[in-house]
């Protein structure tokens, strides 16, 4: 099955520094890779998204970059602010199946102001 | 437009007592998916459901753990006799036939098994 690791585990930046969590993967299967922020004690919600069919997606402040020959992704956060501070999770699934997230293991940011 | 809604937010049982634990999807989604997550790790997959069916059931454990989602109503994923390693958060997800892998989280049950 997919395997799915994150790195690093925990990350702390300056505010208004950029900060990047990379992750890979193990099935060329995977064709779909959204990120979720967590902040403690709440749900996962979902940031950014990107598709086996796309190379880099950008949203203001956050894009996510992915090279499927390496078979890896990335998420970048620019100009970061103190409410970025969260737990980053990565997964990877097989779209238009329905099919299960695999998730890594998620990446603690901390914003320092 | 009322998200995913989740039921009890926080659980205690005992061991060897049953837990329940329901899901509403949001409105017009049909397919849901419950994860678990053990303290300060990633989420884990447990089972994938749509209406009446189970579609995928790879991630739960073989006893103790199953799941439903009838035609009215939540989905209910039940964990017979309770052990302190089941301790954890709960979550489920849904999504829409029409977007399919686009998942909406619940707020999560946390689980506590004293």
């Known amino acids: 099955g997919e395997n799915v690791e994150q790195h690093p585990s925990t990350l702390s930046v300056q505010e208004g520094d950029s900060a990047v969590i990379k992750c890979t993967y193990s099935d060329s299967a995977s064709n779909y890779f959204p990120w979720y922020k967590q902040e403690l004690g709440k749900r996962p919600q979902l940031i950014i998204d990107?598709?086996?069919?796309?190379g880099e997606k950008k949203d203001q402040r956050i894009a996510v970059t992915l090279n499927k020959t390496a078979k890896h992704f990335s998420l970048h956060i620019t100009e970061t602010q103190p409410e970025d501070s969260a737990v980053y999770f990565c997964?990877?699934?097989?779209?238009?199946?329905?099919?299960?997230?695999?998730f890594g293991t998620g990446t603690s940011l901390t914003v320092i102001p | 437009n009322a998200g995913v809604m989740q039921n009890p937010r926080h659980l205690v049982r005992r061991r060897g007592q049953e837990a329940r634990l329901r899901c509403s999807p949001m409105?017009?989604?049909?397919?849901v998916y419950w994860y678990r997550q053990l303290p300060e790790e990633g989420l884990k997959f447990m089972v994938y459901l749509q209406k009446e069916n189970i579609i995928d059931e790879s991630g739960m454990p073989k006893e103790r753990f199953s799941a439903e989602f009838p035609k009215e109503g939540p989905s209910i994923l039940r964990i017979q006799q309770v052990v302190r390693g089941d301790s954890a958060a709960y979550f489920c997800?849904?999504?829409?036939?029409?977007?399919?892998?686009?998942?909406?989280f619940g707020p999560g049950t946390r689980l506590l098994v004293l």
């Open positions: 990107i598709r086996s069919n796309v």
């Open positions: 997800a849904s999504s829409s036939r029409t977007s399919v892998e686009t998942q909406y």
């Open positions: 409105k017009g989604h049909s397919h």
């Open positions: 997964a990877a699934s097989v779209r238009d199946t329905g099919n299960q997230f695999y």
